[in-house]
């Protein structure tokens, strides 16, 4: 009867050893899985956020272009446009008071 309880016994010692390897060995693969697959999404997700910074940079630019210029250049710009806006009115009107004036002689 005693020998019979301690062989049940070290029946059972062998069956726990065996599950704790079998645990320990599926602790480790999913470990390993999983940083894996962490460091992978890291990875995504940084490419992600470099691509959107990109296409914010990208977008700021064709948006806003005169925000990289300098006040003085904004400002020489801006006055070279309108002189030559200016110009084309002033020959409009010309064009237009000279036609005047030859429908008045006929």
């Known amino acids: 009867m005693l020998h019979d309880k301690v062989r049940e016994l070290k029946e059972k ?10 645990l ?50 904004i400002h020489s710009t801006m006055e070279e446009k309108v002189q030559q806006a200016l110009g084309k009115l002033k020959e409009t009107i010309k064009e237009k008071g000279g036609a005047k004036s030859e429908s008045k002689a006929i």
């Not at 060995?25 to 995504?44: L, P, Q, Y």
């Open 24 to 73: 320990l060995s599926r602790v480790n693969a999913a470990t390993s899985f999983d940083t894996d697959n962490i460091a992978n999404g890291f990875a995504r997700a940084e490419e992600r956020i470099l691509f959107m910074e990109a296409g914010v940079k990208a977008s700021r630019s064709l948006s806003w272009p005169t925000q990289h210029l300098p006040a003085h250049q």
């Open 13 to 22: 010692v062998d069956e726990l050893r065996h599950r704790r390897i079998l």
